[in-house]
């Protein structure tokens, strides 16, 4: 039996059942492009209260489409499952689980280990598995490559097997799933044209690479390139500050030059479930080369340093007004890693609010993306965002634009706040109650 070219067939003509494995941010927007190019998605997840919603078309992510969500399941083209052993119904297996690190900054896999644990005894002929989930090199070939074979299956003969990472940007909307060109790396030749077939019918260009490492490591390139841009720039930020010149006004400047010059932005510092996390996957993958990834380490000092410079001016800019953080109340505009969105996770508006709050001042935030301060692994509040106008603004001490999402008034915002920490350089004109931070 050539499985290969019956997979490829399958693919083809669209009779290939579609297996994705972490409904979240990166797996509910890649079932829906499948569905929307034809296929049939079975979807698993552990956490059975979202399977219970996403089968009710409820979809608790702001930015992907609850409608869209019902309208697979009623068309019968999509189906949440927590039972692994759904895989066996599937064609292709795509596993869109967490990567976190742990308490010692280490890659956490046991996401990715775990999920591959219990597909694996519900794996067959003809099927192809394809990682998305960021981690460093290796990952696929010395992980899931030995777990497949203990089974008895033959990657490259009768299953297959690619690293395809994944480059979503939420709220980005010049880019969607089907357009964001997909890098894709099998582990011989048959599993990478397989991974072709696979991914070539649900998005435009497919960028073949010759391994699955080389894939790994393209998709960590591309976060520690923005992680250090991001990195340096926050240090020129710091400097420009001292030296009493505005960084924005600068890199507007600098952006001007036609070529060699890519702007990146500073801000509060750096969120998301990328770039503050991904870096380090390979920094600890190079320790067993004997290697160390200094840049990595540096520029992820500097940006973690970020919500203390800002904590720093707050308390200097409420000491030229004659009070001290610990008697002040202060107000996060926007705890959302970025703007317009409503996703929270390593974001530095809740580290700036932890560290307000040992420091003894009164808390508050506004965030129309984020209406219940949601529950988080190891941060805690107990608020709710609290609506915007002059009125609300002129009871705190201290309001810290610390996220700018479109939905903010920024002028409403700068008429009526006592003292303005605008970490974004979203105000171009000096006011005395504006403090760029
Ligand atoms: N969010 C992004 O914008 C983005 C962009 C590019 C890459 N990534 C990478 O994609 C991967 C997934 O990220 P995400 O943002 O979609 O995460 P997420 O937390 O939004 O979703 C992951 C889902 O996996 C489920 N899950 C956890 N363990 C499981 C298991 N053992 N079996 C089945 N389901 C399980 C969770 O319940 C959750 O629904 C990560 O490696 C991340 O680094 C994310």
């Not at 705190?396 to 605008?422: G, N, P, R, W």
């Amino acid at each position: 039996m050539n499985f290969k070219q019956q997979l490829i067939d399958r693919f083809d003509d669209k009779t290939a059942v579609i297996g994705i494995i972490g409904l979240g941010y990166v797996g509910l927007p890649l079932m829906l492009r499948y569905v929307e190019a034809g296929y049939k998605v079975i979807g698993v997840d552990t956490d059975k209260d979202k399977v219970k919603k996403l089968n009710h078309g409820i979809c608790e992510i702001k930015h992907i489409s609850s409608e869209k969500i019902a309208s697979a399941i009623e068309q019968k083209l999509f189906e949440a499952s927590s039972d692994y052993a759904d895989c066996t119904k599937a064609d292709a297996l795509i596993i869109c689980v967490p990567t976190p690190l742990n308490k010692y900054r280490e890659p956490d896999l046991s996401f990715v280990l775990d999920t591959m644990d219990n597909i694996a005894p519900h794996m067959k002929q003809g099927q192809i598995l394809a990682l998305e989930s960021t981690t460093y090199p290796g990952t696929t070939e010395e992980e899931l490559l030995p777990r497949i074979e203990k089974t008895g299956l033959k990657v490259g003969v009768d299953t297959f097997l690619v690293y395809s990472p994944e480059r979503e940007d939420p709220a980005n909307p010049k880019y969607d799933t089907r357009t964001i060109p997909k890098v894709c790396g099998g582990d011989t030749e048959s599993c990478q044209q397989v991974g072709k077939a696979l991914y070539s019918v649900a998005i435009d260009n497919i960028v073949a690479v010759s391994s699955t490492k080389t894939a790994e490591m393209t998709k960590l390139l591309e976060n520690i390139h923005r992680a250090v841009n991001i990195g340096l720039v926050n240090e020129m930020k710091v400097v420009a500050d001292r030296m009493g010149i505005d960084i924005h006004e600068v890199i507007s400047a600098a952006s001007t030059k036609p070529f060699g010059f890519t702007p990146y932005y500073p801000g509060p510092g750096l969120g998301g479930h990328c770039i503050p996390i991904d870096p380090f996957y390979l920094t600890w993958k190079a320790r067993e080369y004997g290697l160390h990834t200094r840049f990595i380490e540096l520029a992820g000092e500097i940006n973690a340093y970020m919500p203390c410079f800002v904590i720093e001016k707050i308390t200097d800019a409420l000491n030229v007004r004659g009070k001290a953080l610990s008697e002040c109340t202060v107000l996060v505009l926007g705890i959302a890693y970025k703007k317009n969105v409503d996703d929270m996770r390593e974001s530095p508006s809740v580290i700036m609010m932890e560290k307000l709050e040992e420091k003894g001042a009164v808390i508050a935030y506004s965030d129309p993306h984020v209406p219940v301060f949601p529950k988080m692994r190891e941060h805690h509040f107990e608020l709710s965002s609290i609506p915007i106008t002059p009125e609300t603004l002129k009871e705190y001490d201290c309001v810290i634009l610390a996220t700018d999402h479109d939905a903010f008034d920024f002028e409403m915002i700068s008429q009526h706040s006592k003292l303005l920490i605008d970490t974004r350089g979203k105000y171009h004109r000096p006011a005395l109650n504006i403090v760029k931070a």
